[in-house]
């Protein structure tokens, strides 16, 4: 009977960290390049079933045949990012830019190490290179001269930029893209940055629009892959198990209250 007021336990710690995840996936429903978290689920196993019965039964007489286990309820397997693309938002701010496909922008963190974004508003950092809205400039670094009036990111990841006394527009750098073989075992480091892990593999650079590679799109951002009504059902499923897992705890409570109340 203790067995099942663990396995309730366990249960309603899981469901507890699957709440949260789906609350964090609502909050995020309208975060431009969000993309939204599951939590995968997998079963424990303590103990022979057999073995807990053997001392009571003789031989083959026992209802539990030998080699049958017995669960000891539900533990975490992984919380994933799932990167699934996002409807795309025109904006026509030549300084908006994301991914339409597969790849991510490189950028530089200030310890030297590398993180990747899906995208997002850009600007000008106080260095003249073109960065994200937190400062982390792209790489390799793209400076724009000063007297930039216009400035076109091909889809392929060549930048431009056209000064004031230039009729057309002239090439200052060009993004790569990278790839990873397992997305989903990048690590989440807020602001829509994820940083490289054992689980996702090295970066691969990889040419935009070549290589099974998504393409640059200047003037669009990229929505957040939440979908409402999957959340929100989501939600009440995993509400409606942990009230299942409420009443294991509290039946097998009523049950060692009847043990304890026993009278010889």
């Given at each position: 009977m203790f067995d099942a007021l663990y396995i309730g336990a366990t249960g309603m710690q899981a469901q507890q960290l699957n709440v949260d995840t789906i609350a964090n996936n609502l909050a995020n429903v309208n975060t431009a390049g969000f993309k939204k978290a599951r939590v995968s689920f997998s079963d424990l196993v303590a103990k022979d079933a057999a073995r807990a019965v053997s001392?009571?039964?003789?031989?083959?007489?026992?209802?539990?045949?030998?080699?049958?286990?017995?669960?000891?309820?539900?533990?975490i397997a992984s919380l994933s990012k799932l990167f699934d693309m996002g409807d795309l938002k025109k904006t026509d701010s030549p300084l908006d830019v994301?991914?339409?496909?597969?790849?991510?922008?490189?950028?530089?963190?200030?310890?030297?190490?590398s993180a990747y974004t899906r995208g997002g508003t850009l600007k000008v950092n106080k260095e003249g290179q073109l960065a994200t809205l937190?400062?982390?400039?792209?790489?390799?670094?793209?400076?724009?001269?000063?007297?930039?009036?216009?400035?076109v990111l091909q889809p392929d990841g060549r930048v431009q930029a056209r000064a004031a006394n230039q009729a057309s527009a002239t090439d200052i750098g060009k993004i790569d893209l990278v790839r990873f073989a397992s997305p989903q075992g990048l690590l989440a480091e807020g602001d829509n940055l994820y940083r490289s892990s054992s689980a996702s593999g090295e970066a691969i650079s990889v040419r935009a629009g070549e290589d099974g590679a998504g393409s640059l799109a200047?003037?669009?951002?990229?929505?957040?892959?939440?979908?409402?009504v999957e959340e929100m059902v989501n939600l009440m499923v995993a509400q409606r198990t942990y009230e299942a897992n409420v009443k294991i705890v509290q039946a097998a409570d009523e049950i060692l209250g009847l043990v304890n109340g026993l009278r010889r």
């Open positions: 001392s009571q039964v003789d031989g083959d007489a026992g209802l539990i045949s030998q080699g049958l286990r017995l669960g000891a309820g539900v533990g994301t991914v339409q496909g597969d790849g991510f922008l490189e950028v530089l963190m200030p310890d030297g190490s937190a400062g982390y400039a792209l790489k390799p670094g793209i400076t724009v001269p000063e007297d930039t009036q216009a400035l200047q003037g669009y951002l990229e929505g957040s892959n939440v979908k409402m």
